[in-house]
Nanobody
Framework: QEQLVESGGGLVQAGGSLRLSCAAS????????MGWFRQAPGSEREFVAS????????NYRDSVKGRFTISKDNAKRTVSLQMNNLKPEDTAVYSC????????????????WGQGTQVTVSS
């Protein structure tokens, strides 16, 4: 299985912005439908956003709607997550993976989970 590589996390004050990136290697001809997920300490991994294979359809969890934007560049084999107006409750490790539907059902076996990227939002 190919592993994805996430980057772009960091420490930011509440109200700030970050842009996360998720990259697949050249072994991946075209990215399938993809999703971003996050896991805070002591919590289960949760769905954040998804984007269809062709990039035309997106879906978000309610708490990030209007603040986060997912996008996809099939030529570069990357998926990005623009996060604006960040809140302390957005603090988590963010990861990406292939999904089977807009609700973020993981496409098990398509990619191995990467290390993720830490996002920390201070109040």
């Amino acid at each position: 299985q190919e592993q994805l590589v996430e980057s772009g996390g960091g420490l930011v004050q509440a109200g700030g912005s970050l842009r996360l990136s998720c990259a697949a290697s050249a072994r991946t001809y075209t990215l399938p439908a993809m999703g971003w997920f996050r896991q805070a300490p002591g919590s289960e991994r949760e769905f954040v956003a998804s984007i269809s294979r062709d990039g035309t359809t997106t879906n978000y969890r309610d708490s990030v709607k209007g603040r986060f934007t997912i996008s996809k560049d099939n030529a570069k084999r990357t998926v990005s997550l623009q996060m604006n107006n960040l809140k302390p409750e957005d603090t988590a490790v963010y990861s990406c993976n292939a999904v089977l539907d807009a609700q973020g059902t993981i496409h098990t076996g398509r990619f191995t989970w990467g290390q993720g990227t830490q996002v920390t939002v201070s109040s």
